[in-house]
């Protein structure tokens, strides 16, 4: 693995149905991130991880749960999907949370909900 | 809150100069970053203002002002490749941790 992996590459799923979107990084990074990104709308971010056994919300957390057991992995879980929750999902992690914080981003997850 | 204000779309024409500027209301400022990103990629960092001034990479630079709460991408010399999304981003501290917060991007179209 080099950087940051996310899997799937895309997905569509029933309403209704629990889907986790995986995201993996090999740079050590204290901090990551989920965001969504959809059209005219930028990049949002959902939850994110300042260091491994902790998470925080950001700006749309509802409907997504999100979990950092170890330093390298960042699953996003969505329980009962929408289809509102359709968008492109990004992963992205950083060495620090602070101030300076280069983010490096996977190459996102499409994800469909009917 | 925090909010950032950029322009939808830029365009111009190959070799010219381009300036996407972006305006911020932020709780506290941690420094401004620029992104690119690529239709159908992701989003790359291009750089990081903390101070007031300008930075220069390459053909990319970025410049600051933190009395003004605003900054600029400017991009010389473009590139047909040039052509992408352009987002400022800010953090903002919020609850003890630093929050990242991106503005909703420029659209630069760059002709021939």
């Known amino acids: 693995i080099a950087g940051i992996t996310q899997a799937p590459t895309s997905q569509i799923l029933a309403a209704g149905r629990r889907m986790t979107l995986r995201c993996t990084q090999d740079?050590?990074?204290?901090?990551m991130y989920w965001y969504r990104q959809d059209l005219g709308l930028g990049l949002r971010l959902i939850h994110y991880?300042?260091?491994?056994?902790?998470?925080g919300k950001g700006e749309v957390p509802d409907g997504y749960s999100v979990s950092r057991a170890n330093t390298d992995d960042f699953p996003l879980t969505l329980a009962s999907a929408v289809p509102s929750q359709t968008s492109v999902y990004f992963c992205?992690?950083?060495?620090?949370?602070?101030?300076?914080?280069?983010?490096?981003f996977g190459p996102g997850t499409r994800l469909t909900v009917l | 809150g925090q909010s950032l204000e950029q322009p939808s779309e830029v365009t111009a024409v190959e070799g010219a100069i381009v300036q996407i500027n972006c305006t911020y209301q932020?709780?506290?400022?941690?420094?401004l970053s620029w992104y690119q990103q690529h239709d159908g990629g992701a989003p790359t960092f291009l750089s990081y203002?903390?101070?007031?001034g300008l930075e220069e990479t390459g053909r990319f630079s970025s410049f600051l002002s933190r009395s003004d709460s605003y900054g600029y991408l400017l991009l010389q010399e473009l590139q047909m490749k040039d052509s992408a999304s352009y987002f400022c981003?800010?953090?903002?501290?919020?609850?003890?941790?630093?929050?990242?917060?991106f503005g909703r991007g420029t659209s630069l179209i760059v002709h021939p």
């Open positions: 740079m050590r990074h204290n901090a």
């Open positions: 992205a992690s950083s060495s620090t949370s602070g101030g300076y914080n280069e983010q490096f």
């Open positions: 203002n903390g101070l007031d």
């Open positions: 932020t709780s506290g400022f941690y420094g």
């Open positions: 981003a800010v953090r903002d501290r919020r609850g003890g941790s630093y929050i990242p917060t």
């Open positions: 991880s300042n260091t491994a056994g902790t998470t």
